[in-house]
Each structure stands twice: as C-alpha cells, then as structure tokens.
C-alpha cells in the first residue's frame, strides 16, 4: 500500500549563491576611459518553510528531499546590476516542528502563514562601481558573491489538536471521531485500523474544538512497539487525553483497570518535547471513556469498574458510538475542560515576563585569533564572520583584488592580534570555517620603507613640489665638479704608482662624466 502520510523527513536544503560583481570601465566615443561602471551582483534566493493550512503531510519532502533556491545573476557593465534569485517557498503543514541535526528545535511552526528562513540566500558581490571611492578611482577587481545556506534540517509534524484519544488498537476510537465530529476515519474490525492520527472538529454550544484519533498504543510503545513512537508525539500538543477503553474485548488478561494501567505507564516513559513548553502527558487532563455499552455485557463491565475509576479522581463516561449512548454528556465535558485549558494557557501567557533580546550585529560581531597545536606546528586559525565573508568575497586570481583584502584584514586589526597571539613571518593562518578554510603563508606589513609609499594609489615621490633655487643649483653643480676633479686626481696617482688599466683614460673620463651625470 502506497504511504500518503508522512510526519517525520530529513529535509536537505540549500539556498542560491549571489552573483559575481563584475570591473567595467565605461567607453564611448571621444571618452575612452569614462570611469568604472560594474554593476553589482543579485542576491541568491533563500528557502523559507510556511505553514499552509491546506496542507496535512510531509509526503512530498519525504519522495523529493533535496531542495535548492536558484542563484542571483551577475552584475553587468554600464551599472546593470544582477537580477536577485527567486526565494523557494516550501509549504508545510500547520504544527510543523523544525530541527537540526543535533536535535535543537530551530522553528515551530503552529499558525497558518507563519515562515521561517531555514537556509538564507548569499548576498551578491560588488562590482568596481561600487568599490570606487576618492582614494581608489578606478578599480580594476570586483566581488564575488556568497556562497548561499547549506542545511540539513529535520521536520517533524505534530498534530494541532484539543483532544487527543488514546487506547489500546480496536478500542473503538475512529468510530468515536466518526460520531463526534464529521470526520470520516478509516473503520474495520482488526488491529491497527488506524495508521495515520485522524482530525475531527466538535462543536458543543458556542464551543468549538479540535479531536484526534491516535493509532492504537500497546504496551512498550514509548520505546518503540507497534505504531505508538511514531505517533506519541501528535498528543504533545493536546490539552486532554481520553482514554478510551474497550469493554467487550475478549483477550484474556485484558480488562479495562489493566489496559488503563498499561496506557498510564506508556504515558509517563514517554519523554515530551520541552520546547513546546506544555505538561508532561502523564499530567495532563485526562478523561476515561468506557466504550462499546451497546453490548450487555460490557454495560454491566462499565458500570462495575466505573466507581473504582472515580475513586482515583478521574471523570467516567460510558458511552457507545454505535448506539449514540452518552455521547452528548462527553462533548460537554470535553467543550469545559477545553476551555479551562485555553484560560490556563492565555493567563500563563499573560503574566510571563517579557524578554528582549538585543543580539549584537553580524557586523559588530569582530573576530579572535585561535592558535591551534599540530604536527606541523602552530597554525593560527581567524575567526569572525567580516573576515570569513571577506576571504569568500575575493578573487585571488587578481593581485589588486588581493591587495584589497589585505587592506581590510589589517585596518579590522587582524594583523596586531597575530602578532599578539605569537605569529611570525611564514605562519600559517586559515580564514574561514574549519572543513573549508583559506589557508595563508603569513607575510606581516613591512614598515622600513613601505611608509614612502603613502596609501594605496598614492606616491609621496610624485608629490615633492619643491623647486631648488639658483643658490642650491650652483652649489649642486661645484659639488659635481669637485667630485670629477677628485677622481681624475685619484687615477693620475695611481697611474704614476705603476698601477695601469688596458683603458683609454680618455674612455675612462668620459664614464666619470656619464656617471656624474646620473647623480
């Protein structure tokens, strides 16, 4: 038989990467070198998951579950700018729980339209348009886009509903729903019916509540027998348990103290969700229906066990779905206890305190420099998330591109706390998450001499406007002169010592005058 329900997939997302900002220098006619005008990248699309009340499985992530947002389209010249990727919308049903690997609840999703970004599109690179500035006219490099979210979450659907009823397989809980509510359950008479939780709406006077049928529990359910661990978890949210109790059943060593005991057991194993901030299932409102009171012998059962039920302070209904005994009483009761637990949520609500939370901005959010012990010796690993996205943004192919990044790195301080954490020239240095990182052979800046340099696109040499007086001119021109005439002194003593050259003294001038000449 072919599953059409599914509330538990292992979902793997991805959202799209941003464009590449792309360096363009605007031409025309008569104006060769007009300026930059790269335009920027588009933003990758992100997945966002949204609860659709017309939505009531997890089926169709189960048969497809990798899904990916398209990317954003590069940027062009004459400041076009790429085009952002469209977001994937994904539906998933109302009481839909998000996790990730570990088990952390990440979103839960319990009202119609609320939305959660589970993987975030990259952010589009920036083109040399953008990158100019008075210090750096006409860059000749451009951004490359983020890469987008990668992430592998687990959904679990935990059904949205008032009352949950729980008993042991053929107890007679879908025929209930079936009386209760319009819905309109699967009903045969053999174990296990029941494979998927079933909702029905109950009106009672101006109240107006939600039901469901739980598939059959059996002893040992909370770890794992029968269909109970599957579906456990579509009571968490319930705010009354009826345990409904089949009273003509005729399995030796069943009856109905017994199977309530059993069920009880099952309920207090069982290990709720603490995120969803309810009680624990064996604290919670419970109701016991002794069902089946059409047959005579389970009407004189119910009426024996009734006041030993009562006497444990539980509320007793004997009903029977199929004869409509009792079914008027129970929707009452069940309306009032429903609404004792809405007043209960709503005040507890009310009187929580208020909790702001002011998260520092990713851009304020700075760096640390972590000096890791290996065989090969100490590797100084940078961590922030302005020197992750900067490393990504870059083309190392292009060596101003390069020069930029460094720029930034050292104007963030990055190079002061290598230093402070013990780096030296050649360490090695990764920027960037650990199974993906961007490795470098450290080369700090060099003071002696790079200070002439001024900052970058600047030369202190071309900006000495100084111009020598006559004075100074002629002082230069008699020190030139001096300087010949020391040399030729020089050779004519070494020349009368004996010590003499295959060269021309005339050819031997001439090299002291081009030599001075070069002064």
Request: aromatic content about 4%; some cysteine; proline content about 6%.
């Amino acid at each position: 038989m072919a599953t059409t329900f599914v509330d538990r997939v292992v979902l793997h997302v991805a959202a799209g990467s941003g464009g590449h900002g792309v360096a363009s220098v605007h031409r025309e006619k008569f104006k060769p070198l007009g300026g930059p005008d790269g335009g920027n990248g588009g933003k990758g699309g992100s997945v966002i998951l949204v609860a659709d009340p017309q939505i009531t499985t997890l089926l169709d992530y189960h048969h497809s579950p990798h899904r990916k947002a398209p990317n954003g389209k590069p940027g062009a010249g004459d400041e076009r700018n790429g085009a952002d990727g469209e977001d994937l919308i994904l539906p998933v049903p109302e009481g839909t729980m998000v996790k990730d690997a570990r088990g952390d609840v990440l979103a839960d999703l319990v009202g119609p339209g609320q939305e959660y970004v589970v993987a975030a599109g990259g952010r589009g690179g920036l083109g040399n348009k953008a990158l100019a500035s008075p210090r750096r006219k006409a860059p000749g490099f451009a951004l490359l886009g983020e890469p987008g979210d990668e992430r592998e979450v687990v959904l679990e659907l935990k059904t949205l509903a008032d009352v949950a009823l729980i008993g042991f397989p053929s107890a007679g809980k879908s025929s209930l729903v079936s009386v209760l509510s319009a819905a309109k359950p699967k009903i045969a008479d053999y174990p296990f019916t029941t494979l998927v939780p079933n909702l029905g709406v109950v009106t009672a006077g101006s109240e107006r509540f939600t039901i469901a049928d739980v598939p059959g529990l059996i002893p040992g359910a909370s770890q794992g027998k029968g269909l109970g661990l599957e579906f456990l978890r579509h009571v968490e949210r319930c705010s009354v348990l009826v345990h409904v109790i089949d009273c003509a059943t005729l399995e030796p060593g069943r009856d109905p103290m017994s199977d309530l005991d059993a069920i009880e057991h099952e309920l207090s194993e069982y290990v709720a969700d603490d995120t969803l901030g309810g009680k624990p299932l064996s604290e919670r409102t419970r109701i016991v229906v002794l069902n089946k009171a059409d047959v005579p012998e389970a009407l004189d059962l119910a009426e024996m066990v009734k006041p030993d039920l009562e006497a444990r302070g539980l509320e007793v209904f004997i009903v029977s779905a199929v004869a409509h005994r009792g079914l008027r009483e129970l929707t009452f009761a069940l309306a009032r206890h429903v609404r004792e637990a809405r007043a209960e949520i709503e005040s507890a609500v009310a009187i929580a305190p208020r909790i702001v939370l002011r998260p520092k901005a990713v851009d304020e959010s700075g760096f640390r420099v972590r000096v890791e012990h290996t065989a090969d010796g100490d590797v100084f690993r940078v961590i922030g998330e302005r020197p992750t996205r900067w490393v990504r943004q870059t083309d190392f192919s292009n060596d101003e591109a390069v020069g930029y990044l460094a720029d930034r790195l050292n104007r963030l301080g990055v190079e002061d706390e290598l230093f402070k954490a013990g780096a030296v020239p050649g360490s090695t240095v990764l920027i960037g998450p650990e199974d993906n990182s961007v490795v470098f052979d450290w080369e700090p800046t060099m003071q002696a001499g790079a200070e002439m340099l001024g900052r970058r696109g600047t030369d202190l040499r071309l900006e000495d406007t100084h111009r020598p007086t006559r004075a100074e001119k002629r002082d230069q021109f008699h020190g030139r002169k001096d300087a010949q005439r020391e040399a030729r002194e020089e050779l004519a003593a070494e020349r009368k010592a004996g010590l003499w050259t295959d060269r021309d003294p005339v050819e031997v001038d001439a090299q002291i005058d081009a030599s001075d000449g070069d002064d």
